[in-house]
């Protein structure tokens, strides 16, 4: 059988960790920073996880991760 592609967006924005949660990175810190509070910014800087709801969908599109 043939392998499954990845979704190449998924790969760019989700990584598994060693106990198989999927990681995120947290919207908003891209631009327009300035109105932005140093508290609200930094809190941006660590990573989120994926909801449970929506673990299966993401594993689908990143198989070998």
């Known amino acids: 059988m043939p392998k499954m592609k990845s979704k190449s ?10 106990t198989g949660k999927i990681r995120r990175n947290k919207m908003n ?6 109105k ?8 941006l800087r660590k990573a989120g996880y994926i909801a449970d709801c ?3 969908q993401v594993t689908r599109m990143i198989p070998y991760a």
């Open 29 to 34: 810190r891209r631009h327009i920073l300035t």
């Open 36 to 43: 932005k509070s140093t508290k609200r910014k930094r809190h």
């Open 9 to 18: 967006g998924a790969k760019k924005r989700f990584r598994k960790t060693g």
């Open 54 to 56: 929506m673990e299966k």
